[in-house]
Each structure stands twice: as C-alpha cells, then as structure tokens.
C-alpha cells in the first residue's frame, strides 16, 4: 500500500512525521519537568525537560533523515547514475526499479523513457551498422595492401606526433620502444635530422630524403619525407636502414586522423578528456605490502580519443628475485618456474616508462600499484610525475561513495564481462580498466566535468575511500 502514495505525498508525509515528533517530544520533555516541579527548584526540572526535548528531535532528525536517504536520496543517486550509463555508455541493464519503489512514478517514468530511446537507437543503429561493416570491410582490405608493401610508413602531424603507423612500422619503432599513437616521433628518432628535413619540405613543398639515428643511437635510418598536399602533416617513408627488424606477429593498420587537426594546449589539466592519451594498467605482485612485496607482471594497454588502441599494450612477467608465496601464486597463477628468465624491475620499469610518456596514468587502486613502482624509482632515478585517475574513484564521482567500487562491482554495473581466465592477471585486469574508463568519460563529461582538472579535484572529494581500501 505505501508503495502507491504519490512521491510528493511521501515527501509530505515525511515531515509531517517530522512535526508531529518533535511536537510529541516537546510535550514529553515539558511533561518530565512538570514532573520535577515537586521539588524545591523549578529550575532544574525544566532544565530536564530541556535536554529531554533536544535529544528527543535531535534523535527523530537522524531518524527521519536515514529514512530519507535510504528511501528517497540514494534511490534517486541510483536511478541518475544508471540513466547516465544508458544515456552516455551504452549500458543496457535494467534499471533497478525494486530500489526505487518508493519514488512514486519516477522509476516507471524513466525505465519507459529509457526504453523508448533504446528502441530508437536500435533503429539508428542498425542503418550504421550497415555503412560500418562497408567501411570495416573496405579499412581492412586498405591495411592488408599497406601491409603488404615493403616499406615502413607513418603519417605525422605538424607537430611531429604519430597518427598512423603499418606493420612494418610497428617493427621498426619496436627496436626502439614500444610502437605508440600520438607519441613523438623524437622518442624514435634523432630529433635534429628530423626537424631540419621538415624544414625544407615547408620551404620547397616538395619530397624531401634524409638519414637519421634511432633516438637510441644503436641504429641508423634512409627516409624519404611526403607532403600531404593541403592536408597537415607529413608521410614518413623508411625505404632502408641498416636496423636488422625482428620478425613481428601481424598487426593492423593503427591510425586515428583526428591527431592531424589535434589542438595543443598550455597544460595537460586544461585539456578535454577525450583529447588526452591515457595508459591503463595493473600489477601482480607477491603480496599485498607494498614496502616489501615486489611485482612478478605488469600489464598495461592505451586507451586514445576514447578507445582502446589495438595492439599497444604491454604483457610482462617480472623476476622478483625472490620465491613467490603460494598463497599469491594461487590467486594470480604465476609461479616461481613462469618467472625464471624474465627481466628483473629496473628495465620492466623504465618501458613502461616511456610507454606512459605524455599520457594520464590510470589503474583500479592506483596508490597501490604506483607504490611499488616509486620504491623502485629511488633506486632507478625515474620520476613518475604523470597525472594519475583511480577508477575507484572516478566509480565514487559517478555512482556515489556508499556504492561498492571492486573492480568486479564496477564492471557489472557498466555491463562489462572480465573473461574467468584473464580476471587476476595484469593485462586482463588492466583491459578490464581500461573497457571501465572508456565508459566513464563520456559519463564525466554530461556531469560536467569536461577536462582533467576538473575531474582530478572532484575525486579529490573521495579520497577518503583509498585510505580505507589500503
């Protein structure tokens, strides 16, 4: 039956019991004074009545106010939070109308709108599907031929930052670190050959050869430098180099042509989220104390514009150095045996060092992976002075504080399924993450929260929640 009052009625109701408990606390307070007033002093029998009365509304205003919340606030903090996934990440779970039963309408209300704009994009959808899977269809024949050919090419922008890269690309920026969209050229090779050869293709508008050292020195490259006619930026070409390439598995074609037209900006908390670069990640360690554990796996993938690059991640076991208890090998599987031959920390660091250059570093409980990775940089000298976003959180922002943040909890909320065999390994967590964080920035966004800045000081307001989960 109460389920069936109007939620303005509730409301009503609400402080009606509010008004009629404090009237009645009142009379109870004036009536434990009288009580008193045989005695001698008045005064102390109404100084009873005086602390009766305020304890008494000071006990009914918590009273009514957790039924408030319970029944009324936190339902309405769900059900937003849900819209928001449906609206902004493409989450279709039903909305949890159970928990909002006493909200009058309102549930019903927005579950048929909510239904009624998914059939919508239903319909829309299935045109673009069509046109995708033709332009899919065409994009894979395009990366097949590119391919194909012999020579190593990358498309850059002005500013000397990778918007494409083929295959053999992919080999020849491996010898020197890990291939990356968005990077700088000059992480690859030797910026003064570089910025001279462009140079003369402003001036003369025309192809212009060069040769230049792995930013590595180890190695040196013949190239040839492309005008793209009224389009920004430019076309590397290695037609040779004196680099021996590993044999590479077959990568796609990697590109994202809205790096061209990329606006730069005076600092990084200034920038919009879907313009920054962010590298997700996770570790595995063997234990749980991050002043006297060590990491035995680091996973980590880039997520650009949005989405997840294929392709740019890294999968790395790590030699501790030391034997790794059972109790961890039984929670993430890697043995003593898997670790033998692996790199130590000191170079698995310093990769995923330059692999996280001039990107925002993100991971589900981020003080206690970066913890192990700055003991490690007082020995090393690396700084890690990247801006940081916990998924913890960016899930508090969102869904609010006195919801579950586990990385499990976050990713059935958002209708994201983490594969039984990857779930406690470092790259299938940190996919996990970043398939989360996909998610969530366009969510930030219709909060309001458009730049980094803006969303690193609202989770500040949650840091708390860190504190009690280390």
């Known amino acids: 039956m109460a389920h069936r009052l109007g939620l303005r009625l509730r409301i009503f109701l609400f402080f009606c019991l509010m008004g009629l408990g404090g009237s009645a606390v009142v009379l109870l307070g004036l009536w434990a004074g009288y009580a008193r007033t045989g005695g001698a002093d008045p005064l102390d029998a109404f100084v009873i009545a005086a602390l009766v009365s305020v304890l008494g509304l000071l006990a009914l205003s918590v009273g009514v106010w957790l039924l408030f919340d319970e029944n009324v606030a936190r339902p309405i903090e769900r059900l937003a939070a849900q819209l928001r996934s449906r609206?902004?990440?493409?989450v279709e779970t039903?909305?949890?109308?159970?928990?909002?039963?006493?909200?009058?309408?309102?549930?019903?209300?927005?579950?048929?709108?909510?239904?009624?704009?998914?059939?919508s994009a239903l319909d829309t959808a299935g045109a673009i599907a069509a046109e995708t899977a033709r332009l899919e269809a065409e994009k894979a024949r395009l990366a097949s031929l590119l391919t194909e050919v012999p020579l190593a090419t990358i498309l850059l922008s002005p500013a000397h930052q990778i918007v494409l890269y083929d295959g053999q690309a992919a080999g020849m920026l491996?010898?020197?670190?890990?291939?990356?969209?968005?990077?700088?050229?000059?992480?690859?090779?030797?910026?003064?050959?570089?910025?001279?050869?462009y140079a003369r293709l402003?001036?003369?508008?025309?192809?212009?050869?060069?040769?230049?050292?792995?930013?590595?020195?180890?190695?040196?490259?013949?190239?040839?430098?492309?005008?793209?006619?009224?389009?920004?930026?430019?076309?590397?070409?290695?037609?040779?180099?004196?680099?021996?390439?590993?044999?590479?598995a077959a990568r796609p074609l990697v590109y994202d042509f809205a790096l061209l037209d990329q606006p730069e900006h005076a600092g990084m908390?200034?920038?919009?989220?879907?313009?920054?670069?962010?590298?997700?990640?996770?570790?595995?360690?063997?234990?749980?104390?991050?002043?006297?554990?060590?990491?035995?796996?680091?996973?980590?993938v880039r997520v650009l514009r949005g989405r997840i690059v294929p392709g740019e991640e890294i999968d790395q076991l790590v030699d501790p150095?030391?034997?790794?208890?059972p109790a961890s090998t039984r929670v993430h599987g890697i043995s003593d045996a898997m670790v033998a031959g692996a790199p130590g920390l000191d170079p698995v660091a310093r990769s995923f060092h330059r692999f996280a250059s001039g990107a925002v570093i993100v991971a589900h409980n981020a003080p206690f992976d970066m913890a192990f990775l700055r003991r490690q940089a007082q020995q090393s000298g690396l700084v890690w002075d990247h801006p940081i976003l916990d998924t913890v959180?960016?899930?508090?922002?969102?869904?609010?504080?006195?919801?579950?943040?586990?990385l499990d909890a976050i990713c059935a909320r958002l209708g994201i399924a983490i594969p039984e065999d990857r779930r406690h390994t470092a790259l299938g967590d940190a996919r996990a993450t970043a398939q989360v964080l996909c998610r969530m920035l366009p969510m930030l966004e219709a909060r309001g929260l458009a730049t980094l800045g803006a969303v690193l000081e609202e989770t500040r307001r949650h840091g708390r929640l860190l504190e009690d989960l280390n």
């Not at 291939?179 to 050959?193: I, K, M, Q, T, V």
């Open 393 to 406: 959180l960016l899930s508090a922002v969102l869904f609010g504080a006195s919801e579950s943040h586990t």
């Open 321 to 325: 150095d030391r034997p790794i208890p």
């Open 202 to 248: 402003v001036r003369t508008g025309r192809e212009v050869s060069l040769t230049a050292a792995g930013a590595d020195g180890a190695q040196r490259y013949s190239a040839r430098m492309k005008p793209l006619g009224d389009a920004p930026g430019y076309l590397l070409i290695l037609d040779d180099s004196t680099a021996t390439l590993a044999p590479e």
């Open 94 to 119: 039903d909305l949890d109308l159970h928990a909002a039963r006493y909200l009058g309408d309102l549930a019903p209300a927005a579950a048929a709108m909510a239904g009624q704009l998914s059939a």
């Open 174 to 197: 491996a010898q020197v670190a890990h291939p990356r969209l968005n990077a700088s050229l000059f992480d690859y090779l030797e910026r003064g050959a570089v910025e001279a050869a």
């Open 269 to 300: 908390e200034a920038r919009r989220l879907q313009d920054l670069t962010y590298v997700v990640f996770d570790t595995e360690t063997t234990g749980l104390l991050p002043h006297k554990d060590d990491i035995v796996q680091i996973g980590a």
């Open 87 to 90: 609206a902004h990440a493409g």
